[in-house]
């Protein structure tokens, strides 16, 4: 750094903006950062972060090719999760692996109008939902997800006794705090008060 031409040190992320086919990109760089690049989903966007030290052109590339990587998994994992009748199979082995085969659901489907929640059960007709939104997350939280609504046919109310239930899924924890980071990200909130609401 020399004279009047001295910038800042680059400690901070420096934040700039693109759009790509599959929507709104938004890069971060970060001086702490020498070679990795990360690349995930946050509210509907996509943030890259990379090294301070890239090239234009050496960004323009590890972005395209990251957004490409994203999309090839969210693709393989919309495939492994696949329609309903794939979901109802999961929630089946789920319930055989964790809860004894209790809770037998009369079926399990994917719905889009779940905006505040991700899960909804309805004890009395045994019946599961799941937002679609969760296609784009990680198949240990679409099957808390599915654990936490079929824990809800054997104990309706979030008592210590459900929790309990719920708990028998190794990775619970990890996908609560998973499911409270997108929240906390997102616009969306928290979700709505509800027995059958995932809190
Ligand atoms: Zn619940």
Wanted: aromatic share 6%; hydrophobic share 35%; net charge positive.
């Amino acid at each position: 750094m020399r004279g009047s031409r001295a910038v800042p040190a680059d400690r901070s992320a420096r934040t700039s903006g693109a759009t790509l086919p599959g929507g709104d990109v938004e890069v971060r760089r970060s001086s702490r950062r020498r070679r990795t690049v990360t690349a995930y989903r946050e509210s509907g966007r996509t943030v890259v972060l990379i090294p301070a030290a890239f090239s234009p052109a050496e960004e323009r590339r590890w972005v395209a090719q990251m957004v490409a990587k994203l999309q090839t998994r969210e693709e393989r994992r919309r495939r492994s999760l696949g329609g309903d009748d794939e979901l109802m199979a999961r929630a089946r082995a789920l319930s055989a692996a964790h809860l004894d085969g209790v809770p037998q659901p009369a079926s399990v489907r994917w719905v889009d109008n779940q905006n505040r929640r991700w899960g909804s059960c309805t004890p009395a007709d045994r019946t599961i939902r799941l937002s679609t939104r969760l296609r784009a997350m990680p198949e240990y939280v679409v099957d808390y997800v599915l654990v936490h609504e079929l824990a809800h046919l054997v104990e309706p109310s979030h008592d210590a006794r459900f929790w309990s239930l719920v708990a028998r899924y190794p990775r619970a924890e990890r996908a609560r705090g998973f499911l409270e980071g997108v929240e906390l990200g997102s616009a969306h909130g928290t979700s709505s008060a509800g027995d059958d609401d995932l809190d």
